[in-house]
């Protein structure tokens, strides 16, 4: 017999009792961002290549190694998007939603990178994606991080830190790109292999490197504040005072440069020690550039990713239960055949329509043994349909963690529940 056909690797399924973290994030970011103006947009998972050769840009790691691209029959480049930024960019383009136009957006699903999987990396991953085009005040920037912060509390992740940096516009980095490229080759020897790839393709990901050997190679290396323009450098200056009044603390980490070329200005992090190598939960920035570069007018443009699984690990590291909503309130169960089934499923309907979620038992079977099901479905209360309870105009309730029991009228049955079910 064949061997069963398995996941792709990286790639993995979300079973029920793993959900009930995914939808608590889930139903508190819509909450808060829908508190926050956010709208939610959705686009596809599959775009034309040439939209992340673009934007991300042709030298970065994610458009060299990592994404899933393949000709389809007509010949042409798709690709799996790797991240969401470009697609709701494209997106607002083609629909004419941004141009001298405010728009909050937000967006929920799966990206795909061709990256060695490990624990907190996967090769489909998922994220919460948040872009807001049309302000270019650190205003803007600063309500981006109150809404980052307020998603955690409404969570309860504590233990984040927030890391800031400037990254000036694309002529300031050109000119410190330059300077960080020459001081590289001064010292070449001391490179290890990923920074001297990454030495004429993207150096500034050399100061991304977490080889503890290339800490003083980075320690040493020109500092990007030195090449900002004036205006960066005010922008800068206020967004600390916005957050500071805001109350949001932040650490100005000079080094972060973040992974992708269409980021301008202001990038950030919040990141954990919790989860080992893989430190950041969210991340992102401004890009003012992007919306022109993919064909647009100028646009302020500025947003963040936030990457589910990591924050589902943190969540569950924190433990406690979460009760599932998608379980059922109420196990119906059937003592007897067609009639007591039909009364069963009538019941089930009834209940539903005020409110209740129940589960009907369906395929037979001793009472003991949907009784166990019942105990199995995390129903908190189990009601038993037998022939007498129809005569009677009866059902009998029982408490699957006690195992009490009691028969109650049908007219007394929905208030019963309510008073049992708080």
Same mark, same amino acid.
């Not at 199995?376 to 038993?384: E, F, M, N, Q, V």
């Given at each position: 017999?064949?061997?069963?056909?398995?996941?792709?690797?990286?790639?993995?399924?979300?079973?029920?009792?793993?959900?009930?973290?995914?939808?608590?994030?889930?139903?508190?970011?819509? #909450?808060?961002?829908?508190?926050?103006?956010?709208?939610?947009?959705?686009? +596809?998972?599959?775009?034309?290549?040439?939209?992340?050769?673009?934007?991300?840009?042709?030298?970065?790691?994610?458009?060299?190694?990592?994404?899933?691209?393949?000709?389809?029959?007509?010949?042409?480049?798709?690709?799996?998007?790797?991240?969401?930024?470009?697609?709701?960019?494209?997106?607002?383009?083609?629909?004419?939603?941004?141009?001298?136009?405010?728009?909050?957006?937000?967006?929920?699903?799966?990206?795909?990178?061709?990256?060695?999987?490990?624990?907190?990396?996967?090769?489909?991953?998922?994220?919460?994606?948040?872009?807001?085009?049309?302000?270019?005040?650190?205003?803007?920037?600063?309500?981006?991080?109150?809404?980052?912060?307020?998603?955690?509390? &409404?969570?309860?992740?504590?233990?984040?830190?927030?890391?800031?940096?400037?990254?000036?516009?694309?002529?300031?980095?050109?000119?410190?790109?330059?300077?960080?490229?020459?001081?590289?080759?001064?010292?070449?020897?001391?490179?290890?292999?990923?920074?001297?790839?990454?030495?004429?393709?993207?150096?500034?990901?050399?100061?991304?490197?977490?080889? +503890?050997?290339?800490? +003083?190679?980075?320690?040493?290396?020109?500092?990007?504040?030195?090449?900002?323009?004036?205006?960066?450098?005010?922008?800068?200056?206020?967004?600390?005072?916005?957050?500071?009044?805001?109350?949001?603390?932040?650490?100005?980490?000079?080094?972060?440069?973040?992974?992708?070329?269409?980021?301008?200005?202001?990038?950030?992090?919040?990141?954990?020690?919790?989860?080992?190598?893989?430190?950041?939960?969210?991340?992102?920035?401004?890009?003012?550039?992007?919306?022109?570069?993919?064909?647009?007018?100028?646009?302020?443009?500025?947003?963040?990713?936030?990457?589910?699984?990591?924050?589902?690990?943190?969540?569950?590291?924190?433990?406690?239960?979460?009760?599932?909503?998608?379980?059922?309130?109420?196990?119906?169960?059937?003592?007897?055949?067609?009639?007591? &089934?039909?009364?069963?499923?009538?019941?089930?309907?009834?209940?539903?329509?005020?409110?209740?979620?129940?589960?009907?038992?369906?395929?037979?079977?001793?009472?003991? #043994?949907?009784?166990?099901?019942?105990?199995?479905?995390?129903?908190?209360?189990?009601?038993?349909?037998?022939?007498?309870?129809?005569?009677?105009?009866?059902?009998?309730?029982?408490?699957?963690?006690?195992?009490?029991?009691?028969?109650?009228?049908?007219?007394?049955?929905?208030?019963?529940?309510?008073?049992?079910?708080?």
């Amino acid at each position: 017999m064949s061997k069963h056909i398995q996941a792709i690797r990286g790639m993995n399924d979300l079973l029920p009792d793993d959900l009930v973290w995914w939808q608590r994030i889930e139903e508190q970011a819509r #909450s808060v961002l829908h508190a926050y103006g956010y709208r939610e947009i959705r686009f +596809p998972v599959l775009e034309k290549t040439d939209l992340y050769r673009r934007s991300i840009g042709e030298v970065t790691d994610i458009v060299e190694k990592e994404m899933y691209t393949f000709e389809d029959r007509n010949g042409e480049s798709l690709t799996l998007r790797p991240e969401g930024t470009a697609g709701c960019v494209r997106a607002g383009i083609e629909n004419g939603i941004l141009h001298n136009q405010v728009q909050r957006l937000w967006y929920l699903g799966p990206m795909f990178r061709h990256e060695r999987p490990q624990k907190g990396r996967y090769r489909q991953f998922h994220q919460i994606g948040v872009e807001a085009f049309g302000m270019a005040t650190p205003d803007l920037d600063t309500e981006l991080l109150l809404l980052c912060q307020r998603l955690w509390r &409404a969570l309860g992740v504590d233990g984040l830190t927030l890391e800031l940096n400037s990254l000036g516009t694309s002529q300031a980095r050109a000119a410190y790109r330059e300077a960080l490229v020459a001081y590289l080759q001064g010292r070449l020897d001391e490179l290890d292999e990923d920074s001297r790839q990454r030495l004429h393709k993207n150096p500034l990901r050399v100061l991304d490197s977490k080889n +503890p050997a290339m800490q +003083p190679v980075i320690g040493d290396a020109p500092k990007l504040t030195a090449y900002l323009d004036d205006v960066s450098l005010e922008h800068f200056a206020t967004l600390g005072k916005m957050l500071a009044q805001a109350g949001i603390k932040f650490v100005h980490n000079p080094r972060l440069v973040r992974g992708l070329d269409y980021y301008t200005r202001t990038v950030f992090e919040w990141t954990t020690d919790r989860l080992g190598a893989q430190s950041a939960v969210c991340a992102g920035g401004r890009y003012d550039g992007l919306v022109s570069m993919l064909g647009g007018q100028d646009t302020a443009a500025a947003g963040f990713a936030i990457g589910l699984e990591r924050l589902v690990e943190l969540l569950q590291q924190k433990g406690g239960a979460i009760e599932a909503a998608s379980r059922p309130q109420v196990y119906v169960a059937i003592a007897g055949e067609t009639e007591e &089934a039909t009364q069963g499923l009538a019941l089930a309907e009834t209940l539903r329509e005020e409110g209740f979620r129940v589960e009907c038992h369906c395929g037979g079977g001793s009472l003991k #043994s949907q009784l166990k099901r019942a105990d199995r479905s995390g129903a908190k209360l189990a009601i038993l349909i037998g022939r007498d309870e129809i005569a009677r105009g009866e059902v009998g309730v029982k408490v699957l963690a006690s195992g009490a029991q009691e028969q109650i009228g049908r007219g007394e049955l929905t208030a019963y529940l309510r008073s049992r079910l708080v």
